[in-house]
């Protein structure tokens, strides 16, 4: 359990380092990283045959969160033991319209 948390606490430095969280005059590596994300994720959704009844940066911005989601609950402790596709599965069958 202090392995983990030390793990935490270490990834949790290098976001606040990198993500430009901390510094509010320059953008980090990591927050312009997620903004280039949505704009090529927009693009795709635009030339898509997806939904068109929510408009492209939400839709991109879900995806995103997705993604986040995905990654929060691999490194999850409680989940940890529950294959990636049960544990994913849920918000797969929420998303679609």
């Not at 898509?48 to 999850?76: K, M, S, Y």
């Amino acid at each position: 359990m202090r392995r983990e948390r030390n793990l935490f606490r270490a990834f949790h430095r290098v976001i606040l380092r990198r993500s430009g969280v901390a510094a509010r005059e320059t953008l980090g590596p990591i927050a312009m990283t997620f903004d280039r994300h949505l704009q090529i994720v927009s693009r795709w959704l635009d030339n898509g045959t997806f939904r068109h009844d929510v408009p492209l940066p939400i839709l991109a911005e879900g995806i995103q969160a997705f993604g986040n989601q995905t990654v929060a609950l691999h490194f999850c402790t409680t989940h940890a033991a529950m294959p990636l596709r049960k544990r994913l599965l849920p918000y797969l069958q929420a998303w679609p319209r």
